[in-house]
């Protein structure tokens, strides 16, 4: 199999997999007084610090959930007023609040800075705004340090979702109220998020119980998880995407070679190393997903967190792609260091299915 669908979720590191066989070892309940029970803590208390040194954010800021959809979920849900979403946030937050204003997307995947003003300007009230760090789909990078000085001016709350941004885009993690990460995005387990707070923000819990990780996500913490994404954390952020994004370079120049009216969305802006999102003009994302498959190879058509079935891509049409181009796209995100070998093969399976 070649596996180009690392946006969708990255296979497990192998430090992930040491530590996840250490925890099986792990009796005791994390919240239980007995030695057991510390031994549990204390490995999620290490997660917590290495997560919070290798990205210079206080440890009493992250909070341990199950995924980044939840993050997402009770960041947005807990903050009463109003909130300011982009048209291209992932559904994690897209779905989250009906009253949310819509700030609009250029043609290049960028948020719109104007009408963010406009919309900021317009609240009479403490407003939350939640932009997507980096795009699942397109790859595009949004200029969050000039998002952030909007909100500074307009007095207003920041939180981004930056489930794809980490490991492969710099940004100041301590220059945001609120967070959110995904441990499987990085090479940690699936079924673990974190939700980076900032305390001096009340914040009411999407889950309540039994009061663990200080009562801002009740319930029994997944310490397995939790392990993994401690260790992995440093090699995540000092991982090299050279060689990924010379390929990726290479995959647009040879795709516009054999099909030059095809369009790489978002291509003039700053985007992930790994990532390209492109059309074939006419034939459906659906049937190239499938060809790929047949070949060996693993692509999608853009978000495989609603998958089973491609849909229309929404953020492609909030950026005002028609629905024949926005149906005929597929993308492809790499490892680090794909192999070339594996590249020709993609380009010549997709050669094959652009010819008839
Ligand atoms: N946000 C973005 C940008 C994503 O790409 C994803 C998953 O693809 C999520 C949120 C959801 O993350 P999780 O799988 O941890 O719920």
């Known amino acids: 199999m070649i596996y180009f ?15 996840l066989l250490q925890t099986f070892e792990l009796c ?10 510390r031994a549990t803590r204390k490995v999620i208390e290490i997660a917590r610090e290495k997560i919070a040194t290798a990205l210079n954010l206080e ?43 819509i700030c609009s997307t250029l ?5 719109d800075l104007d009408h963010l003003e406009e919309l900021l300007k317009a609240q009479s009230q403490k407003t939350l705004v939640s932009m997507i760090a980096a795009h699942n789909e397109t790859g595009v990078i949004q200029p969050l340090a000039q998002i952030r000085k ?8 920041i939180h981004t979702d930056a489930v794809q941004a980490l490991g492969r885009a710099n940004f100041d993690w301590n220059s945001f109220d609120f ?11 699936m079924g673990v998020g974190i939700m980076v707070i900032n305390p001096d923000i009340p914040l009411l819990p999407l889950i309540c119980g039994g009061g663990q990780e200080r009562s801002f996500r009740s319930g029994t913490e997944n310490v397995t998880g939790i392990a993994s994404f401690g260790a992995v954390i440093e090699e995540a952020l000092s991982e090299d995407w050279s060689e990924s994004q010379k390929l990726r370079d290479q995959l647009e120049e040879r795709i516009l070679e054999i099909s030059p009216q095809s369009i790489i969305v978002g291509k003039e802006s700053d985007r992930l190393p790994n990532t390209s999102q492109f ?6 994302s659906e049937t190239q997903v499938i060809h790929f498959d047949l070949h060996n190879i693993s692509v999608s058509a853009g978000s495989a967190c609603s998958s089973g079935k491609v849909k229309l891509s929404r953020s492609l049409k909030a950026m005002g792609y028609t629905d024949d181009v926005s149906g005929t796209v597929l993308r492809v995100s790499l490892a680090p260091n794909p192999k070339q070998e594996d590249l020709d093969t993609f380009i010549k399976t997709w050669k094959a299915l652009y010819n008839g």
């Open 5 to 19: 669908d690392y946006n969708a979720t990255r296979p497990l590191r192998q430090k992930a997999k040491d530590a």
């Open 28 to 37: 005791g309940n994390s919240s239980a007084i007995h030695k057991d029970g």
């Open 59 to 101: 440890e009493r800021r992250i909070v341990f959930t199950s995924s980044a959809t939840e993050a997402d979920n009770t960041i947005l849900k807990a903050f009463k007023g109003p909130v300011i979403i982009s048209s291209i946030e992932h559904s994690a937050v897209h779905r989250v609040r009906d009253d949310a204003f």
């Open 107 to 111: 043609k290049s995947g960028v948020i």
């Open 150 to 157: 909007l909100t500074q001016k307009y007095n207003a709350l």
């Open 179 to 189: 967070i959110s990460f995904s441990g499987h995005k990085i090479g940690a387990l």
């Open 279 to 284: 059309t074939m003009p006419n034939v459906k």
